[in-house]
């Protein structure tokens, strides 16, 4: 598991096994609709969930090998704030509109970060 981001896998990987729930689901009623539109719907609701989970996946593996940028939200402001790829514990990064400073940290293998004075 990647340093930082133990909650958001978590959060990723059980939206995925959803993902793929539904998808097996919407197939499994679309397969015994007798209706064509009925089936066509759970067809579509089938593709759906097969792209959703395509997108989940695409960000676990991004996260899982280091190509996924670190960015939070301005505690301050709301404006994002950038830590780019693979940043280190402790790196330091101004807020671009506010110019409040933040430290990235560390909490339970999550990545959070704490305004500096
Ligand atoms: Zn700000």
């Given amino acids: ?9 978590e ?16 197939n499994q009623f679309a397969g015994v609709s007798q209706d064509s539109k009925v089936k066509e719907t ?9 792209s959703h989970r395509d997108a989940l996946g ?19 402001c709301g404006w994002e704030i950038n830590f780019g790829k693979m940043p280190s514990i402790g790196n330091e990064e101004r807020c671009p509109l506010c110019c409040q400073k933040f430290a990235l940290i560390d909490i339970d293998n999550d990545y959070t970060i704490k305004p500096l004075p």
Wanted: glycine share 2%; net charge negative; charged share 30%.
């Fill in 1 to 9: 598991m990647r340093e930082g981001y133990k909650s958001i896998l």
């Fill in 11 to 26: 959060f990723l990987e059980s939206n995925l096994e959803v993902e793929e729930e539904q998808e097996h689901l919407y």
């Fill in 42 to 50: 759970f067809q579509h609701l089938a593709r759906a969930a097969k």
């Fill in 58 to 76: 695409k960000v676990i593996r991004n996260i899982e090998t280091d190509d996924h940028d670190v960015n939070f939200y301005c505690l301050m």
